[in-house]
C-alpha cells in the first residue's frame, strides 16, 4: 500500500493550477496503486511561522532538557516532519511566485529541515534522512520557464530540487502547467501538464 502525501501552497483554491495538476497526478497514481491511501496538507490553512528565535532554541534544545516553550515551539515542525516520514510518495504543489516559491512553501521547508532530525553531517559531510520517497512537483507559472529565454528566471525548480536533495529524497519528477497567462497556449496549458504525467 502506497502512502501519499497532497501539500497545497496555492489559496486559489479551485481556480489553482497546482491544485488540478496535482490531483491529476494522484488520480494517475492511484491508478497505479489501486490500495494507495491520500492525506492533503494544506500550507494555506495549517500556517507555519517564519521561524524565530523560539523556533531555532528549540530545534537546538537537547530532546531530554527541552522546555515546555520549546515543545509548542517546535510542534509544527515535529507533525510535519512526521507527515513526510510516513509518506510513501509526496506530491508538491507549486506555483511560481516572482520567480520563486511562495513564502508559505519556503516556511515550511525551514520547519522540516533540521539537522540531526531530516539531515546530519558526518566525516563524510551531510547526509539527508528522508529516506525511499518519490517525491512529484506538480509546478504552474503564468508564463513558460522550462525553456526559452525565461528558463534561467525558474529559481523554484532548482532550489526545490537541491533542498529536497539535500534532505535525502533524489527520486523527483517535475510535472509542469506552464504559459497560463499567454495567448494561444493558456487554453491548452492544463490539458498538456496534465497528458505529461508519467508515474513509475
Do not use: C
Not at 52 to 76: G, Y
Not at 125 to 149: H, M, Q, R
Not at 166 to 186: A, M, S
Request: charged letters at 20%; zero cysteines.
Amino acid at each position: 500500500m502506497k502512502k501519499i502525501l497532497h501539500i497545497i501552497s496555492s489559496p486559489r483554491g479551485a481556480a489553482s493550477y497546482t491544485i488540478r495538476l496535482g490531483n491529476a497526478i494522484i488520480d494517475k497514481l492511484q491508478l497505479a496503486y489501486a490500495d494507495s491511501t491520500v492525506k492533503e496538507f494544506s500550507l494555506v490553512e495549517e500556517r507555519f511561522q517564519h521561524l524565530e528565535e523560539a523556533h531555532l532554541n528549540a530545534f537546538f534544545a537537547p530532546v531530554e532538557s527541552r522546555t515546555p516553550e520549546n515543545l509548542v515551539a517546535i510542534e509544527h515542525s515535529d507533525a510535519a516532519i512526521a507527515e513526510i516520514m510516513a509518506a510513501d510518495i509526496i506530491v508538491l504543489g507549486v506555483p511560481l511566485y516572482n520567480f520563486g516559491v511562495p513564502s508559505n512553501l519556503k516556511a515550511w521547508i525551514d520547519h522540516i529541515s533540521r539537522v540531526g532530525v531530516t539531515f546530519k553531517y558526518d566525516q563524510n559531510g551531510p547526509e539527508g534522512l528522508i529516506k525511499n520517497k518519490k517525491l512529484y512537483i506538480a509546478f504552474s507559472a503564468g508564463g513558460v520557464y522550462s525553456e526559452g529565454p525565461m528558463a534561467s528566471y525558474d529559481n523554484a525548480v532548482p532550489y526545490l530540487k537541491s533542498v529536497f536533495g539535500f534532505l535525502g529524497i533524489t527520486d523527483i519528477t517535475v510535472v509542469r502547467v506552464e504559459g497560463t497567462n499567454i495567448p494561444g497556449i493558456q487554453d491548452n496549458a492544463l490539458a498538456k501538464g496534465i497528458d505529461s504525467i508519467i508515474v513509475n
